[in-house]
């Protein structure tokens, strides 16, 4: 029994904001600095109104039509945030309510960036335990909330939006090897490290980042998951067909597929289009490459997610 993919979503909110429209609006920064240290050329800002279980919403609305099948088919919906709606409950209950689904088994997954990948690895020991049938997989965020805008070094790099695949049990090949790891030794190189406590929020609200840490780190563990998941799937990563990684820097990407001796065009890139959307970047590029044609039925895809806490993963499937 495998976990296989049967159908791809994604959302962005609003039009795209520029790096020059973040200049417009005060920001210290130029198209210049951006776009050559990241390769970010646009990012979505989600309306006040707008909150993290709309844009999964829109997204798995997606997804499910993209696999033909409906809302009620579902037994479990993991969405993989860290900006939820509420403290509680989970912004997976949320979506369940505005999907019109009852009875799946529902949950947030908290692993930053790292999210959508970690939520895949669950989703196929379920599907594969052959305990559940038809999993939504959901990767969505407004990252916009929890920038400090007065930060040039964090706020130009995050943008908002979702992603979402159906999971579903398959005798074909789907997902072939997962692995997933943390380092929550590193902690402090990534954070959001305000609480609310007493009814106040005590400590600081704002994403802070040692930029140049994650970095290194993100540059030596994506290429490393990689070669362990092609190991663990008995294929070298010259098999690959098309590498997915977590859309945060151009230069991280780059650097990733170069370790793994691919060429760059068997990496989706799409971090210029929408920046960092922590949980959101995987599945976004996944659906941007499967809607132009470039992912298809049978290819091998590889799946490379890092973030905060630190956690990385991977996940090689059979699309
Ligand atoms: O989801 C996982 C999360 N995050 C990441 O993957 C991000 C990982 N880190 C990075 O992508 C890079 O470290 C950054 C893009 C964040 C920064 O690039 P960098 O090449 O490491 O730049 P830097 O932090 O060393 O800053 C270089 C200069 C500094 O000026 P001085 O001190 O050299 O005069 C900064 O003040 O660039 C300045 N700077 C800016 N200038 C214009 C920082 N932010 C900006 C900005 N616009 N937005």
Redesign the pocket.
Known sequence: MYARIAGVGAYLPGSPVSNDELARRG????DE??VS??GIRARHLAEDACATSDLAFEASRRALESAGMAASGLDLIIVATTTPDFIFPSTACLLQEKLGNTGAMAFDMQA??GGFVYALCVAEKFIRSGSHKAALVVGAEVVSRILDWRD???C??FGDGAGAVVLAASDAPGIIATVARADGSQHGI?SVAGQVRGGRVRGDPFLR?D??A??KF?VRVLSEIAHECCARAGIPPSGIDWLIP?Q??I??IESTVKKLKLPMDKAVVTVDRHG?T?AASIPLALDAAARDGRIQRGHKVMLAG???GITWGAVLLQF
């Open positions: 920001i210290a920064t130029t600095w951006i240290r990241t930053v960036c040039r070094a964090t130009v790099l990534l980042m930029g140049q994650v970095f993100a977590h945060a820097n230069r991280i960092n922590s890092v973030g905060a």
